[in-house]
C-alpha cells in the first residue's frame, strides 16, 4: 500500500467513526432508537409542519377578539377537556387533529349532561359550533352563564368535555 492509500484509508475509518457516534448521540437523544427508530424496532415518523393558513382562517383570525382558554382538539381527543373559565371569558376550540376530519362542537344535552342555555342559528343548544370546524381551523365561544357545561365532537361523540363557568 502506498503512503497516499493509507491516508486515504485512516480517513475513510475516520469518517465511519464519527457517522457511527454522531447516530449513537442522536439515538440517546430520541428515546433509543435512533434514526426515526423506536425501542423495539418501530418506526416513527418525524412530525410534519402544519399546512399554511387558509384565506378564510386568516379572515376570522383578523376578526378574533382573543381568548382566555384555547382547547385543542387532536387524536387523542380534547386538550385540556376540561377546565375553569369566569363569566365572559372566550374559549378557541382549536382543530389540530390529523385524521382529515372536520369536528363540530356540540352541547349533547344528552342524559347527565346540561345544555347551554340560548338557541344557535342553526338549532339546538348555543353552545354549537353549526359548521364543521375543518383541520388547523377554529371556533370561538364566549360563555356568558355560570355553570358546569358538557361540549363534545359530534362526528366522534366519546370526545367530550366539561367547561365550569364561575361568577366573575
Known sequence: MTDIQKRLLWLVLLIAALIIVSAL???GQNGGGGLGYLKG???KAPPLPPPPY???VADKLAKSHGFQVLISYTDN????ANVTIKKGDTVRFTNNSTDKMNMKILSPGSVGDTQYPGAASCGGSALNS???IALQDFW???FTSVGSW???DSLHPDNKGTITVTAK
Not at 381527543?77 to 385540556?80: I, K, L, Q, S
Open 54 to 56: 387558509t384565506q378564510a
Open 25 to 27: 448521540s442522536w439515538q
Open 77 to 80: 381527543g380534547f386538550e385540556p
Open 150 to 152: 358538557t361540549y363534545q
Open 140 to 142: 370561538e365561544f364566549t
Open 41 to 43: 424496532g418501530a418506526y
Open 130 to 132: 353549526c359548521d364543521d
